[in-house]
């Protein structure tokens, strides 16, 4: 299959197992009735007809709301869960949210969508509450709406149907071989695309969920973690790192068998290593507009595809048009929406996403990304990329480059005023230009979205 070609859709997701067919009626059938939700330092779960009461119980409050959108506040606990799970059922939809938005986000984001109700939030929102007066109702589809960005930024919102939640679910299950007997924590937020895909893809497959607000780097989170006997870890790349440094071994944590990394590259060094401790080591690629997963690179397949994010998950394709990346499927959004009205508009995209990433895809039609399309910036009037800057210097810990007026910030932790001469340097040295053009800045960390992603604007801000 040459580059560009289009991988197809009877193509099985190479992976050693197989899960059993999965109910695909939704959300009748959502969550599946042997999936179980446990809280983690709680007793009890609820699975089958407990989990249906307390959706059902939920559902009734929810109908007590004026109609239209609601705001959720959406933390890594059972209110948050049960509102979301209710919502689908009732067919409102469900804005997803940082809960610890700030205000004036948080009031920005009031005015412009006019929700019903804001629920879950750190501070009281009941003064942020619009009228929904000559506002015209939701699109029936509609399901959820997931920001584009963290708390920073003036953010869209992703406009995601009921098909397309459920179509990314059964795919995630799918590739990543989810069955009854999995158990993942919530270890990304809930209001980001691929902690909401861990949730939705297990519920799906009649899984367990442990909900806990804990992070990585928390003792309570690998308590928890073996308490519980999680047999999955999801993290991003940031993330990574940090088990690095912590000297994170697999083996110290016997029921743990999966770890899937998405949310941005992972160095390569670290996928090796990583893959040599677990069991099973799955980068994925994806984005909000896709629901979440767009492509997974088996863990049996990375040594003979290094530097690949995968096929596409089953029911979708990719091809390339140009250098971007296109992606086709079921899962992607209806469209973007900056305000009120936006939320009664139908199906924009027809399936088609157009993710603005570059990359290639191989003769077997394994995916490659070598860039953003907007991750450009210019050095004394020469275009260059700040994703490749970020990889060329994956060698050294973490970095992020920003664009500044006719020259590139360079952040990177742990750096004193030597070194960060020395690094660009090193910069002029191998991309043919002067070394000036390269304003690199030590820092104790790179700041962080809530995601776990680095929060690029905060970091604009300070140039």
């Known amino acids: 299959m040459p580059p560009g070609a289009q991988t197809p859709e009877h193509l099985p997701h190479p992976d050693a197992r197989t899960p059993e067919r999965l109910p695909q009626c939704f959300p009748q059938c959502f969550p599946h009735p042997e999936a179980r939700i446990v ?11 407990g989990l249906s009461a307390r959706i059902a119980s939920t559902m009734q409050a929810l109908a007590a709301l004026p109609p239209g959108p609601v705001f959720c506040g959406m933390r890594n606990d059972l209110p948050s869960v049960l509102r979301y799970l209710a919502a689908l059922r009732a067919g409102r939809p469900i804005a997803l949210l940082d809960p610890d938005l700030p205000p004036g986000a948080l009031a920005e984001l009031a005015a412009r969508f006019k929700p019903a109700a804001l629920l879950g939030f750190t501070r009281a929102a ?25 708390s920073t930024g003036n ?13 990314n679910a059964h795919a995630i299950a799918t590739a ?53 006997r999680c047999t999955s870890l999801a993290a991003v790349p940031y993330q990574y790192e940090m088990l690095r ?29 990583f893959a040599a401790k677990a069991q099973r080591f799955l980068v994925m690629y994806g984005q909000t507009e896709a ?33 971007q990346v296109v992606y086709h499927g079921p899962n992607v959004m209806m469209g973007y929406a900056e305000t009120a009205d936006d939320l009664a508009r139908g199906d924009d995209l027809g399936g ?7 990359g290639h895809l191989d003769d077997e039609g394994f995916l490659y990304i070598t860039g953003r399309m907007k991750r450009i910036a210019k050095v004394f009037g020469v275009r260059v990329n700040l994703d490749d800057i970020e990889h060329l210097l994956r060698d050294r810990g973490p970095v992020a480059a920003t ?56 970091l604009e801000a300070r140039t």
């Not at 809930?190 to 806990?212: E, Q, R």
């Not at 191998?430 to 700041?447: A, C, I, T």
Request: aromatic fraction near 4%; hydrophobic fraction near 40%; charged fraction near 20%.
């Open 352 to 358: 088609v996403l157009r993710t603005g990433d570059l």
């Open 176 to 228: 990543l071989a989810i069955g009854p007997g999995e158990i993942a924590p919530t270890s990304l937020p809930l209001y980001y695309s691929y902690g909401l895909s861990v949730l939705n893809s297990h519920l799906a497959a009649g899984a367990t969920v442990v909900l806990t607000d804990a992070g990585l780097l928390e003792r309570s989170f690998w308590t928890m973690l073996d308490e519980h």
């Open 403 to 458: 664009s500044g007026d006719d020259r590139v910030t360079v952040w990177a932790e742990g750096l004193d005023a030597d070194g960060c001469t020395t690094l660009a340097r090193r910069l002029g040295s191998e991309l043919r230009l002067h070394w000036s053009g390269f304003d690199v800045r030590g820092v104790d960390r790179l700041p962080l979205l809530g995601t776990g992603k680095i929060d690029y604007p905060a």
């Open 39 to 49: 809280v983690a330092g709680e007793p009890g779960v609820l699975t089958g007809d």
């Open 126 to 150: 009941d003064g942020l509450r619009r009228a929904r007066g000559g506002t015209p109702e939701p699109h029936p589809d509609l399901a959820v709406l997931l920001a584009t960005s963290g």
């Open 291 to 323: 629901t979440a997963r767009i492509a997974v690179l088996p863990h049996d397949r990375l040594a003979a595809k290094p530097g690949s994010v995968g096929l596409a998950v089953p029911g979708g394709r990719l091809t390339i048009d140009d250098g």
């Open 245 to 273: 440094k912590l000297r994170f071994d697999p083996v110290e944590h016997p029921a743990l068998t999966t770890m899937t990394q998405a949310g941005g590259r992972l160095r390569p060094d670290l996928v090796t290593e």
């Open 155 to 167: 953010p869209k919102l992703v406009r995601l149907s009921r098909s397309a939640v459920s179509a």
